[in-house]
């Protein structure tokens, strides 16, 4: 025989296990908040991720090429740092707006 099979994860654990190894935590965090408090997490992750962006463009005091220039050549190095925040800020959002929408506000 098999191992047992594992009952397939909802929407919301398949976000969850996105944001990382605290996702089950940050989905109960992100459930417990109104809408008003959803919102603003949503800002400060949409926040984050353009943060994380203006960092790679910004010029380097010496006048050197800015981290994203230097990413075009070193993409899976530079790269993965924005990837890995985009990533986790996204499913955040995702999750925010799924409860937002399931406690009554658009």
Known sequence: MGRPRKEPLTEMQKIA?????DGEDVLRELEAMDVVELNRRIAQATQSISDTKSELLADLPNG????YAEAKMNVKILGQGLSEVKKRQGAIISIAVQ????????
């Open 99 to 106: 409860l937002r929408k399931d406690k009554g506000a658009a």
């Open 64 to 67: 050197g090429p800015s981290p």
């Open 17 to 21: 296990k996105r944001i990382g190894s």
